[in-house]
């Protein structure tokens, strides 16, 4: 389970004054009625797909052995964070294309998991995969990558985005798959725009994107283990070296770099320090979605005005509950609240 910590008070300066504090989010202030405002938040979904998914059916009257269940669910990293973000309580706001035979079915069937859609016109058409779950592992049987966008839909996907930050607590920048649906300078120059005009970004990415981001100073980059050693920002898993590897972006701009690990202990590096976070050992139902359920409590915990170590700790709680459950990015609110609690850190290296 990523683990992450807590009690980091006043932990960024602010942009020229050192030993003060910045704040990582617009706190909402308190609605009307005086209960809390939820946090807005905007994800950048480059490449939203559709998930088919074979699987034994349920026992179900006037079925054979033979016969199977099939299901669709809209997917994708990004569309994965934004329902954890949902869950979680925020307003959520998803920029992406949607095109083809694919995309605007994936957009209807988002309109019933409480997000708002706003889509750019996506000629080359969004992707999809199917899995069979029928035996021990989950098959890829089918993968129809989506195309690269073209420099208008790139155009019209950074207006949206860019406009649609300006009004949200915080920006979630999400990558594509495969990379090179978007180049990854359009990654750097977003997180760019929107640190200039003063907005919190959470940026999860890998590769060239990571790196891109990394340069522009985003308030937090998450990225995993594997991740870390892919780019070849480090050369093992080791704690050590994810440490060089985390100080190493920090110093090129990072506020707040997280580092997952799977079942071991998440990392949360900053200038003033590195700790280690950890909880409860859950046994993984689904392993994937994990990550990208971290990524939405993070943003959520910055929304609501915590501090970063308190929003990671949210984030933690939320991928270790999802791995628990057959739906990636989904999850109840009371009971990753309540399992954050659980979440202890210590200084480390």
Request: with cysteine; glycine share 14%.
């Amino acid at each position: 389970m990523d683990g992450a910590p807590t009690g980091f008070s006043g932990l960024f300066p602010r942009d020229g004054e050192p030993g003060g504090r910045l704040p990582v989010a617009r706190t909402p202030g308190p609605s009307p009625d005086g209960a809390p405002r939820r946090p807005r938040i905007c994800v950048l979904a480059p490449t939203p797909l559709l998930v088919v998914e074979i699987a034994d059916h349920q026992g179900v009257a006037g079925r054979s052995a033979q016969q199977a269940d099939v299901h669709l669910h809209p997917g994708g990293q990004g569309l994965w964070v934004a329902r954890m973000a949902v869950s979680l309580g925020a307003e959520v706001t998803v920029c992406g294309p949607f095109g083809g035979e694919i995309g605007p079915l994936v957009a209807q069937m988002l309109t019933t998991d409480k997000l708002t859609i706003h889509g750019v016109t996506y000629g080359g058409g969004n992707g999809a995969y199917v899995h069979d779950l029928r035996g021990e592992d989950r098959e890829t049987v089918a993968h129809m990558p989506p195309f690269a966008l073209n420099r208008h839909e790139l155009d019209d996907l950074y207006g949206t985005v860019l406009v649609d930050a300006l009004e949200a607590d915080v920006l979630v920048v999400t990558g594509a798959e495969p990379a090179g649906v978007v180049p990854a300078t359009f990654f750097g120059r977003i997180v760019r725009d929107l640190r200039q005009a003063g907005r919190t970004v959470v940026a999860d990415l890998s590769g060239e994107a990571a790196l891109s981001a990394a340069k522009a100073g985003p308030h937090v980059l998450k990225l995993s283990h594997e991740e870390v050693c892919a780019a070849g920002l480090a050369p093992d898993a080791e704690p050590a070296s994810l440490i060089a590897a985390g100080r190493r972006l920090v110093q090129m701009g990072v506020r707040a770099m997280v580092i997952s690990r799977a079942q071991d202990p998440s990392l949360l590096i900053t200038a003033d320090g590195v700790r280690q976070a950890e909880g409860p050992v859950i046994t993984p139902l689904e392993h994937r979605g994990a990550g990208d359920s971290m990524t939405a409590g993070i943003a959520v915990g910055l929304g609501r005005g915590l501090d970063v170590a308190d929003a990671v700790r949210l984030g933690a709680a939320a991928g270790a509950l999802n791995v628990t459950r057959r739906g990636l990015g989904t999850g109840r609110r009371d009971q990753i609240e309540r399992f954050a609690q659980r979440i202890t850190v210590r200084e480390t290296g």
